[in-house]
């Protein structure tokens, strides 16, 4: 039986506290022979608890393979991944089931709501099937910190693209989980809207405390967050603090696809 492995100490007290992911050296490949691809070449990173983490790179870099790996919906090749203080790589396909459902929240690029529930039925939905109880004072604070408190009636075709992205924002949060991974989540909504989501985004990190790891293409998305990692051939090339959309568009313009200053 797979046990909950602690990440290991750095030395510091309150380490394993500070973070909310661990990937170790971690390597994940496609394929075999000629075919074979090194999405991730020994990935190393933290994700720390309460902060908002970009992923940004070029496309083919192993954004979403990175995502994919740290939430536990695909192997690694080698390498170790904690969640918490959990270690999910060995861990048994049941095992992973519960711990996303109870720990990780995830917004994709589509909304992904069923059509038939109004807001507040899909963003209690997720709890429903776990069986779980929703605390009703955590779902009031999340439902006003997204600004959907007139609208959870609503049905998903009487909300527009940003309400709906914001339906799938909430019921992220609603379980209180460990971690929330968004792949593109403001892909699909145009500016005012993106900027609208990114704001609730940026609000659960600094009010609710929530840590978020999204990736992006999108430099003004990038913006919203405290962290932004760089991914190039596989690779981290690049962790820059504070970011903004001009220091994010502007390390872009400087490294070309390989990570490599031009
Ligand atoms: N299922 C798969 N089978 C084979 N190769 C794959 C598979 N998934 C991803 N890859 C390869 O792994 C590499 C990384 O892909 P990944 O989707 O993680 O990149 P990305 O940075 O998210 O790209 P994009 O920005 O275009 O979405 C690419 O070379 C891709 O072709």
Request: charged letters at 20%; aromatic letters at 0%.
């Given at each position: 039986m797979a046990t909950a492995v602690p990440i290991p100490s750095t030395g510091r007290s309150g380490a394993v506290a500070t973070v909310a992911a661990r990937a170790e050296g971690v390597v994940k490949a496609y394929g075999a022979g000629e075919t074979r691809v090194v999405a991730l070449d020994r990935v190393t990173i933290d994700v720390r608890r309460g902060e908002f983490t970009a992923i940004m790179g070029p496309s083919g870099s192993g954004k979403s393979t990175l995502m994919h790996c740290l939430a536990g919906l695909d192997t690694v090749s080698s390498g170790r991944i904690w969640i918490g203080s959990t270690e999910?790589?060995?861990?048994k396909d049941k095992k992973l089931t519960k711990l996303r459902r109870d720990h990780i929240g995830f917004i994709f690029q589509a909304f992904n709501l069923l059509p038939t529930l109004n807001a507040i039925e899909n963003i209690t939905l997720p709890m429903d099937i776990a069986g779980r109880k929703a605390d009703t004072e955590w779902l009031d604070r999340v439902v006003t910190t997204v600004g959907l408190a007139d609208r959870l009636k609503h049905r998903p075709n009487q909300l527009s693209g940003g309400q709906q992205q914001r339906v799938a924002v909430a019921r992220a949060l609603a379980a209180r989980p460990e971690i929330i991974f968004g792949d593109?989540?403001?892909?699909?909504?145009?500016s005012r809207a993106g900027a609208e989501v990114l704001g609730f985004l940026r609000r659960s990190v600094d009010e609710l405390g929530q840590t978020i790891v999204m990736v992006t293409h999108d430099p003004v998305a990038a913006g919203y967050a405290d962290r932004v990692l760089y991914l190039a051939d596989g690779r981290v090339v690049d962790d820059m603090a504070e970011p903004t959309a001009e220091l994010v568009l502007d390390r872009m313009r400087r490294f070309d696809a390989r990570g490599r200053v031009s």
């Open positions: 999910i790589t060995g861990l593109e989540p403001t892909g699909n909504l145009d």
